[in-house]
């Protein structure tokens, strides 16, 4: 008889790509994720993981017990449902500039914690509008960039903000830096902005776009310089140091949720665990 616990375990395991994260997103700690997944192992008389001090991955048997396990797991949430609507509806808001380019690994890792039928809603803004969102009861968990600090939330890490352009050269001698940003409303364009005033370093808006992505398209185009975290912009490069630009300082990543039920704890844990992989760069 196999352990449905210790199969979703196993599937943490392979996404996260390490026993700890898949604890964290499991609301567990990582000696009961490698205990269950060695007496799976044993259980199926198969080694499914390779382990090292800096990732786990599946071996060619994990890989081939990963397709059935997920579909043992979907059979299980289904069995355990009687009708047409979600098991689980969980509503997510974020800052783009907290997540960005990350909103497919955090999606990804979600639904992997979740039961199947679940259904995931992602609301992408500003940290204010989100967090704002949360309070008036409108979403499950909010992930938000904090400038000024604070002692409410939980705090997942700090992404480090950077100029974020090409290693070409974007800006010429003696010109204003041309900046890529959300627009006015935007904390970190406003902060960035304090940054140049301070520094005498002029600027002049080069792009204006609705969303981290459209960031990161412009500066791949040549437009100009974008100042951006590590995770919304994908980790490119930091031009800073090149055009001695003001040293930006880092942001607090946090999260707001609510947990009314085991499943929305589940979503929950996975949600900041993903996110904690990201700014750990794991």
């Keep these: 008889m196999l352990d449905l616990a210790s ?19 499991a609301g567990t700690v990582q ?26 991955r599946p071996t060619e048997d994990g890989l081939a017990f990963l397709a059935k ?69 409108e979403l499950d968990a909010v992930i938000i960039r904090r400038e000024a600090g604070g002692a409410d939330g939980e705090v997942l890490g700090l992404d480090p903000l950077g100029w974020r352009s090409l290693e070409d050269d974007i800006v010429a001698p003696d010109r204003p830096i041309p900046l890529v940003t959300l627009g006015p409303t935007c904390g970190v ?48 490069s930091d031009v800073g140091a090149r055009y001695d630009l003001p040293v930006l300082p880092p942001s607090e990543i946090v999260m707001f949720a609510r947990a009314p039920s085991p499943a929305a704890g589940a979503a929950a844990r996975a949600l900041a665990a993903a996110v904690q992989s990201m700014l750990r760069g794991t």
Excluded: Y
């Design 7 to 25: 199969v979703r375990l196993f599937i943490l395991a392979v996404e996260f790509e390490n026993f700890s994260r898949a604890a964290e997103a």
């Design 31 to 56: 000696p009961v994720v490698s205990a269950r997944i060695k007496a799976l192992e044993t259980a199926l008389g198969r080694k499914l993981l390779e382990r090292t001090p800096r990732f786990v």
């Design 69 to 137: 396990a997920r579909a043992l797991m979907a059979a299980h949430d289904e069995a355990m449902h009687f009708d047409d609507e979600p098991t689980l509806r969980f509503v997510i808001g974020a800052s783009d500039h907290a997540l960005g380019t990350g909103l497919e690994h955090v999606i990804r890792h979600v639904r992997a914690a979740i039961p199947k039928r679940s259904a995931v809603e992602l609301r992408l803004g500003l940290s204010q509008q989100v967090r704002s969102s949360f309070d008036e009861g």
């Design 189 to 236: 364009r406003s902060m960035a902005v304090r940054h140049l005033d301070a520094a005498h370093r002029p600027w002049r808006e080069a792009f204006i776009g609705g969303s981290c992505s459209a960031l990161v398209a412009a500066v791949r185009a040549g437009l100009g310089i974008a100042p951006m975290g590590a995770i919304a912009s994908g980790r490119m």
